[in-house]
């Protein structure tokens, strides 16, 4: 069975840095793509970070591009999201996904089809 475990959630004060990480398992499952997205309420979900399999490439909006980095280990099936300067409005639920099939790094919800439960990062002013 495949799963997405998230982790690192909680409070921070607006200026802070969060460090998320997300864990996969599944014996015969390789990861491939992975992504960072979140939902506040009253919200659609976003696109926060991506990246490619290997790791060379990233995607990250303007909203977020210069303050957040992702990176992930293989080995270990694990992917970080580091935010740093955090702002109240990144206050959401942070979720963890991967693709099946798809290599590179998008922003697109669509091109993953597992996901993790979500974990809650809430940033005080």
């Known amino acids: 069975q495949v799963q997405l475990v998230e982790s690192g959630g909680g409070v921070v004060q607006a200026g802070d840095s969060l460090r998320l990480p997300c864990a996969a398992s599944?014996?015969?499952?390789?990861?491939?793509?992975m992504a960072w997205f979140r939902q506040a309420p009253g919200s659609e979900r976003e696109s926060v970070a991506a990246?490619?399999?290997?790791?060379?490439?990233?995607y990250f909006p303007d909203s977020v591009k210069g303050r957040f980095t992702i990176s992930r280990d293989n080995d270990k099936k694990t992917m970080v999201l580091q935010m740093n300067s955090a702002k109240p409005v990144a206050t959401a639920i942070y979720y963890c996904?991967?693709?099946?099939?798809?290599?590179?790094?998008?922003?697109?919800?669509?091109?993953?089809?597992?996901w993790g439960q979500g974990i809650q990062v809430t940033v005080s002013s």
């Open positions: 996904a991967t693709a099946r099939t798809t290599i590179s790094a998008r922003g697109d919800s669509r091109s993953y089809d597992i």
């Open positions: 990246i490619s399999f290997m790791g060379a490439n990233t």
């Open positions: 599944g014996r015969s499952f390789t990861p491939l793509a």
